[in-house]
Nanobody
């Protein structure tokens, strides 16, 4: 089993930045990729960004150039640096870990509003 805990969400104005964190614990040795997803009210959950154990990354087109995914293996933590935030980025952001199983965190709310 893998436990994931997100943090760092909040209320910001358009153009501002936030950094989300996802702390992993448990059987993390089997994880080969981690990612961020988000879900806005009334919408389905959508892919945001992903990073593999080898450091390869990929992003949704809507966040390319604004968001950066990274991980600190020593701290078992993944990050999502979000810059130039827009109201359309408002959503609950979820952390996902993929290995022998598929694991999700409980989510953290990000609200972008003036």
């Amino acid at each position: 089993q893998v436990q994931l805990v997100e943090s760092g969400g909040g209320l910001v104005q358009p153009g501002e930045s936030l950094r989300l964190s996802c702390a992993a614990s448990g059987s993390i040795v089997n994880i080969y990729a981690m990612g961020w997803y988000r879900q806005a009210p009334g919408n389905t959950r959508e892919f945001v960004a992903r990073i593999t154990n080898g450091g390869s990354t990929n992003y949704a087109d809507s966040v390319k150039g604004r968001f950066t995914i990274s991980r600190d293996n020593a701290k078992n933590t993944m990050y999502l640096q979000m810059n130039s935030l827009k109201p359309d980025d408002t959503a609950v952001y979820f952390c996902r870990a993929t290995g022998y199983g598929d694991y999700w965190g409980q989510g953290t709310q990000v609200t972008v509003s003036s």
